[in-house]
């Protein structure tokens, strides 16, 4: 059972909103805590003051959404270079390689071209492929369980004509 404010708990909430209200301690949730009430309990009391209204919401829930639609932009793009990465890796195992090598008592340099890289470098451009591709496999995985596509699936969808909902009976 929710418990009443006193007008004193009332008016220390208000001195608090009104020298914090729009910094980094002035959150709802920050003043909620530091008088151990509820945030609806301090939302109203905003309201009240003339801090918070259904426009100042919208704002925030309009700036909410253009962050998270910015950063499943970058994931897209993060996503996009790691396939890359992994690409050039698996081309570098194909391609010809120096080998070299560094020492000896006179403290020596020699090198040798070859077709392809040692067997050890080659493991090491599978490593870094595999984690790649896996990290580019989670980003999309995330994206798609936040209910996000990435705009080259909606074009493509949208090219053949086939919609979110459709995307199952077309294929069957």
Known sequence: MAQRLSEQQKDAIRDDLRHTFGTTDGSVLKVAGRHDV??????VLARELGLVSSESRAKTKNATEAQRSDLAAR???????????????LD????PATIYNFGGKDNTYAEKRVLRPPVADQRQLATIAAIALDKHRMLDQYDAQQGLSSAVDDWLLDKLGV????AGEEGA
């Open 38 to 43: 509820s945030a609806t309990s301090v939302r």
């Open 92 to 95: 570098d195992m194909e391609l």
């Open 75 to 89: 994931r897209a793009a993060l996503s996009e270079r790691l396939v890359e990465a992994a690409e050039r890796a």
């Open 163 to 166: 919609r979110r909902g459709d």
